[in-house]
T-cell receptor, first 118, second 108 residues
């Protein structure tokens, strides 16, 4: 099966500009996650969707970040306006469901988008 | 607050030696714990989870609720084990938290 697809793979923008990332999860996966991974740190969950509904966005900086998953399939993450501290790898992951029978399903990660804000 | 701590950023062991990657967590409930691994130029992928109590690629991890730890162990390290390892915690399938990772190098 095809894995999680993300584009672009690399993006360089100036601060205060806008940027958008796209993710296409594995077919049939109900749950989609966006993570931010700053250099030297672990992935930080920004937002979690189940189908087209938001399950958790408690760590999403809502003043500048937004995400949507129309039709419950692919998703876009937007930053507007970007700051220097947004430089990071943005990872998308998907799973069949977030949880069933008392345990979480495995997350399948995409290759990530490396964002550099100058 | 939920937190996952991996105290070692770098760990080097010789081939054939035992390896232990430490993970401690803080959580006031019953967490789900995972180990994810990222090999060079590959995607982050699940290695194992505490709920399944399985051994993957010779690695095991036991959840110790008393010590709030979930250390990853392998009795004999192999060169192909060299990778970045992340411990992760989930609260009821939501709100996943990852540690900062440990870079393991197995010396031939």
């Amino acid at each position: 099966e095809a894995g999680v697809a993300q584009s672009p793979r690399y993006k360089i923008i100036e601060k205060r500009q806008s940027v958008a990332f796209w993710c296409n999860p594995i077919s049939g996966h109900a749950t989609l996650y966006w993570y931010q991974q700053i250099l030297g740190q672990g992935p930080k969950l920004l937002i979690q969707f189940q189908n087209n509904g938001v399950v958790d966005d408690s760590q999403l900086p809502k003043d500048r970040f937004s995400a949507e998953r129309l039709k419950g399939v692919d998703s876009t993450l937007k930053i507007q306006p970007a700051k220097l501290e947004d430089s990071a790898v943005y990872l998308c992951a998907s799973s069949p469901l977030n949880r069933d029978r008392g345990h979480s399903y495995e997350q399948y990660f995409g290759p990530g988008t490396r964002l550099t804000v100058t | 607050a939920q937190r996952v701590t991996q105290p070692e950023k770098l760990l080097s062991v010789f081939k054939g030696a035992p390896v232990e990657l430490k993970c401690n967590y803080s959580y006031s409930g019953s967490p789900e714990l995972f180990w994810y691994v990222q090999y060079s130029r590959q995607r982050l992928q699940l290695l194992l989870r505490h709920i399944s109590r399985e051994s993957i690629k010779g690695f095991t991890a036991d959840l110790n609720k008393g010590e709030t730890s979930f250390h990853l162990k392998k009795p004999f390290a192999q060169e192909e084990d060299s990778a970045m390892y992340y411990c992760a915690l989930s609260r009821t399938g939501n709100q996943f938290y990852f540690g900062t990772g440990t870079s393991l190098t197995v010396i031939p």
